[in-house]
């Protein structure tokens, strides 16, 4: 983030929008944690202080959208980052401050998809919303791009009076490579609101709609059209013509290289929204076919597709992709699926290896066992959904559990006890839905699972109505003081800021009684037994019940330990008590990484390298055979 | 000696490992020889205990940050099974393996209810699968250099001996000096990786 101009330096894909942000002076930055996007603000927040940017982790998305809006309107130039999932979040008030306009600063919106899910629930796309949304969107295809196009996206929106969106995508954001460091600009402004600027769309917002689409139509003549940013490489009039945007124009590069195709044209398009009309067009004339290859939704093939009705049937090329089943229309495309799909329009085929072999490696790893994924060990989340699982067992099985986004998301592999999982806060408002369905017959007990910084973010509109319309749902907050998930950010209830410094707290217990649930319990679920009957009784009461199980994340437990240099309390199996075969309580039901299973002994074991310490496996054998070693 | 353009390196592990620091000094040495370097890595659900994988292209052009398909020139298994699952998906009969020996239990391995193969077998696999494998417990080594926690080190060590990649041992030496944590024991490790594979030659 702070080396000289000049300077090659490799970092991932936010790193270079992190510095490019501080390269076009950015004044005010505002996120919400976000795989893959968080380490935008995290970068800005490791130089904020000397730089004079302010930075903060809002507590969602449309608040940090929202905020970043109001440095606009006071003239200093604002992003707010997110992944898609926040865009989702921010439409409404998007689509608004669209027409408005973002006043004498400049607005810039970074949003990273997430192809094949990796870290999300869903796949998704935000250039067609984006183009939905009436604002611009760029998309860059390299960390050194990543870096240049930010500050041009300030450049923009300040020319233009409008919002300007930079889409990347997990293999760009969370992908390493140099980039050379430009010059910082200096920007000092002062914030000053001017009281004669109509910040609203009233009372004709289609005439504001309108004014917007003359700005947008504006940028597509004067900016897009000769833009530098969208390249062509090929022959003036190629064979084939392979249209693409962002890291998939990467791998058509190298397919088509170790294709050995001479006769191909690829046109990499960076100005996603507006298009550049005339500049296409003219680049479908002189093909016959056109392929799309483009990440997640056929943005640009449904586009451009529509734009060649204004040809001559005789000059419209044939079009490919994902509507034509050339392309997959669900997943992550990568150097593969390019050589595939390129490769089959050419009737040629590519391997690197001979078919025997690869039907052979195809077999090899036929005895490899998968990898479930699980709560770390000594993590909080598995006693608390151990003493969930028992609880409801207790009650005969009657109890559905809904749930969201985080760690605690594993809860859908913890003996299927989270039974649906879904956006952010959705476990509350579906629990508050199915609390209220006994009229019609359910009868069964509602928990909803959330965690902490979920709690700030999305659920407490769901929480206000369960209590308004008395529905009869339990909610559990699983509060690891962090969010974990996408590397310990701090939130409303850590008394931390972005940049580490001492603020308010926004205590969940507190807001809980404040919104009016008639029992507020904080249970440690290190308490086995407390926990599992906290949960029974909520289970059986009428009361409207919250329930935070408070405990911190193992892994920040772990860090103190290293820097205080203590060393993990060891426990270990007693022989002779353990129940063998019969049991296995500790491991398969507990299912905790570190009580492994001794296939000789037939016996449980405590695998001192894996244990965090935790001790709760002391509470959950039945038999009293697992104790504390003394030192 | 020439090298391939771009060579490929994968790496595969399992969360916690250190598979995304030791693919940082691969390409920081790298770099220090004037290459470009593409790192493509999945790590989302990394210290959850699942597989994680990264890529390493050096190349003198701006390549993308995924390898295509049985197109590694050398694949650094950080764990037996992982090493296998992604080994097979793109090593070919020219490439070589490196491997570290020592398991990382999956859960329902740990709990009883699945059995992790033999360790022959995963080997026997590996080597039907590359021209050259060169296998070491570099856990137990990095046990020697003073914390298992430094196995990375020790397998970026491996690497820098087997002399087929276009970075050498003194730069990659160099790049590990620069690590500020327990400096002076991944040094150690680094070293005992370097003359693990000499054995092995």
């Known amino acids: ?631 | 000696m020439k090298y391939d353009d771009p060579f490929n390196i994968v790496i595969a592990g399992v969360g916690g490992q250190g598979n995304v620091l030791s693919s940082r000094l691969v390409a920081d040495a790298a770099i220090a020889k004037g290459y470009f370097v593409a790192i493509g890595e999945t790590y989302g659900a990394a210290q959850r205990g699942g597989s994680v994988m990264s890529h390493i292209r050096i190349s003198k052009h701006d390549v993308g940050p995924l390898i295509p398909q049985h197109s590694a020139h050398l694949l650094l298994g950080f764990e037996p099974i992982e090493a296998l699952r992604v080994g097979a998906k793109f090593l070919n009969p020219s490439s070589t393996a490196i491997v570290n020996m020592h398991p990382v239990y999956p859960i329902e391995v740990l709990t009883g209810q699945l059995e992790y193969p033999s360790i022959n077998e995963v080997e026997k696999r590996l080597r039907t699968l590359c021209s050259k494998i060169y296998t070491l417990d570099a856990v137990d080594l990095a046990q020697q250099a003073g914390d298992p926690l430094v196995m990375n080190t020790v397998m970026v060590g491996a690497l820098a001996g087997a002399h087929i990649t276009p970075v050498d041992v003194i730069v990659l030496e160099q790049e590990i000096a620069k690590i500020r944590r327990l400096k002076d024991v991944n040094l150690t490790a680094f070293n005992l990786g370097v003359d693990a594979i000499k054995k092995n030659l």
């Open chain 1, 1 to 631: 983030m702070t080396g000289k101009t000049g300077d090659i330096v490799i970092g991932l894909g936010n790193d270079a929008i992190a510095r490019g942000a501080f390269e076009a002076g950015v004044h005010f930055a505002a996120a919400y944690p976000g795989t893959p996007s968080s380490e935008i603000l995290e970068n800005l927040a490791t130089i904020s202080k000397d730089a004079g940017i302010y930075v903060e982790w809002s507590v969602n998305e449309k608040v940090a959208f929202e905020a970043a809006t109001a440095a606009a309107w006071t003239g200093l130039r604002a992003m707010a980052s997110m992944k898609l999932n926040g865009f989702f979040v921010i439409l409404d008030s998007l689509i608004n401050i669209a027409y408005t306009g973002h006043g004498p600063g400049g607005l810039v919106l970074v949003v990273a998809d997430d192809p094949f899910a990796h870290s999300s629930t869903t796949e998704g796309d935000a250039r067609p919303l984006g183009f939905y949304s009436d604002i611009v969107v760029l998309e860059p295809s390299t960390h050194q791009e990543a870096k240049d196009i930010i500050p041009y996206a300030f450049e923009l929106s300040e020319k233009h009076g409008v919002i300007v969106m930079v889409r990347e995508t997990t293999r760009l954001a969370h992908s390493r490579a140099p980039f050379k460091l430009g010059k910082v600009s200096k920007t000092k402004r002062t914030a000053t609101f001017d009281y004669n600027l109509p910040l609203h769309n009233l009372p004709r917002p289609h005439l504001r709609h309108g004014d917007l689409h003359t700005r947008l139509d504006k940028i597509r003549v004067e900016e897009f059209e000769k833009s530098t940013l969208n390249l062509y490489d090929g022959p003036p009039k190629p064979s084939l013509l392979i249209i693409t945007s962002g890291i998939a124009w990467k791998y058509v590069r190298e397919a088509v290289d170790l294709l050995q195709l001479k006769d191909v044209g690829i046109l990499r398009i960076a100005t996603l929204s507006p298009l550049p009309k005339a500049m296409i067009l003219d680049r479908l004339k002189k093909t016959s076919e056109v392929l799309f290859f483009e990440e997640v939704d056929p943005y640009l093939e449904t586009q451009i597709r529509s734009l060649a009705t204004e040809l001559s049937s005789n000059s419209t090329p044939q079009f490919f992709g994902k509507l034509t089943g050339h392309v997959p229309v669900f997943g992550e495309v990568d150097i593969n699926q390019a050589l595939k799909s390129i490769a089959a329009l050419k009737a040629l085929s590519y391997s690197a290896a001979q078919k025997e072999y690869v039907n052979m490696a195809k077999d090899a790893p036929n005895i490899v066992p998968r990898r479930l994924l699980t709560f770390c060990t000594g993590c909080p989340h598995r006693p608390t959904y151990y003493s969930i699982y028992r609880a409801i067992k207790r009650n005969k099985g009657k109890g559905i559990v809904t749930g969201d986004i985080g760690c605690y998301s594993l809860g859908v592999f913890y003996h299927g006890v989270m039974q649906n999982q879904h956006s952010m806060g959705a476990g509350v408002g579906i629990a508050s839905g199915l609390g209220k369905l006994d009229q019609f017959g359910l009868k069964d007990p509602i928990i909803a699972v959330v965690g902490d910084s979920t709690f700030y973010h999305a659920c407490l509109p769901a929480l206000v109505n369960i209590v308004y319309n008395q529905s009869k749902a339990i909610v559990c907050v699983l509060d690891n003081n962090a969010t974990a998930m996408t590397g310990f950010q701090p939130h409303p209830g850590t008394g931390l800021s972005a940049t580490g410094d001492v603020t308010s707290t926004v205590p969940i217990e507190r807001v809980l009684q404040g919104i009016g649930f008639q029992s507020v319990t904080v249970v440690d679920p290190f308490n086995l037994k407390e926990s599992i009957d906290t949960v029974y009784k909520a289970l059986n009461s009428d009361k409207s019940q919250a329930i935070v199980f408070r405990r911190e994340c193992a892994l920040i437990t772990n860090r103190q330990r290293r820097q205080r240099q203590e060393s993990i309390p060891m426990f270990m199996v007693e022989a002779d008590k353990c129940f063998g075969d019969k049991c296995k309580i500790c491991s398969v039901e507990f299912n905790c990484p570190a009580c492994v299973w001794d296939n000789e002994s037939d016996k449980a074991l405590i695998e001192t390298t894996l244990c965090n310490g935790c001790g709760v496996c002391v509470d959950v054998c039945p038999h009293q055979a697992i104790h504390l070693l003394e030192e």
